[in-house]
């Protein structure tokens, strides 16, 4: 276990997956990725697990590309292979298909900030620190960042962040819409799980098909959201009324 890049269990409703590279801040490389991909599936057969924890063991949640590996020399090939298998790790995130929840503990840099920016939601420790230093070392933001970033924070602050390499620390991130949630550092898990379970409270098939529909809308017009809605809404009908009703019990017994 202590040699595996990423981690996963499950605490009652939640599973976690973390990112275990604590002496290099969790930064990624091909292993990382690899082992991402593999944890991510299993989290997407576990059916015990209603809502995903993302995290990073240690100081950071990832410190995006580690550039002591990046300065030992990559081929074109290399770079071709990592690229794809970055961006499948987030099209894997986007489409797990349970409502992902980023707990972010420190360093959320470059590859590492997309990452906590695929989640739903992003919880961050008072102690987290986020930016994109790529165009600080030569490179681009790759994952769909410019796309996530922009939906977050809205165009201007998506460039300045971009475009000067500058990190911001948990304060400003949750003030600017790019986290959710600071909490003291020593809270995070706890907080993060609690709103796990408080989104498992409520209906897999109300909160999966209402996580589709805020993603689609991101891209559709108007009528056509308000059509996917209303198609959403006559699938929860047709479900049948069980949910609602043993919610409806529980709030009565209270």
């Known amino acids: 276990m202590k040699n595996q890049t990423v981690l996963y269990c499950r605490k009652e409703r939640a599973g976690i997956i973390t990112l275990n590279r604590p002496h290099r801040l969790n930064a990624i490389n091909l292993d990382l990725l690899k082992n991402f991909m593999e944890q991510l599936d299993r989290a997407r057969q576990d059916t015990q697990a209603r809502v995903i924890i993302l995290t990073g063991e240690g100081k950071a949640f990832c410190a995006g590309e580690d550039l002591k590996e990046t300065a030992e020399g990559k081929s074109l090939e290399q770079w071709m292979d990592e690229a794809e298998r970055l961006q499948e790790v987030q099209r ?6 349970k409502p992902i929840i980023a707990a972010i503990p420190g360093y959320a840099l470059g590859g590492g900030c997309e990452f906590a920016m695929g989640c739903d939601i992003r919880i961050a ?24 970033l922009t939906h977050l ?55 999966s098909l209402s996580r589709i529909a805020i993603d689609h809308g991101m891209e559709a017009g108007f009528d056509q959201t308000m059509e996917l809605e209303k198609s959403h809404l006559l699938i929860c009908a047709q479900s049948g009324t069980q949910f609602a009703e043993k919610r409806l019990r529980e709030m009565n017994q209270k």
Do not use: Q
């Open 92 to 97: 894997m995130t986007m489409k797990l298909g």
């Open 125 to 148: 420790s008072e102690k987290a620190v986020l930016g994109f230093p790529e165009t600080t070392v030569g490179m681009t933001v790759t994952n769909a960042g410019t796309k996530l």
């Open 153 to 207: 924070v809205g165009l201007g602050k998506a460039k300045e962040l971009v475009l000067t390499g500058d990190f911001i620390d948990a304060a400003e991130a949750g003030k600017i819409g790019l986290v959710n949630r600071v909490v003291a550092h020593e809270n995070l898990m706890e907080e993060s799980l609690a709103m796990a379970d408080k989104i498992a409270g409520r209906s897999p098939l109300a909160t």
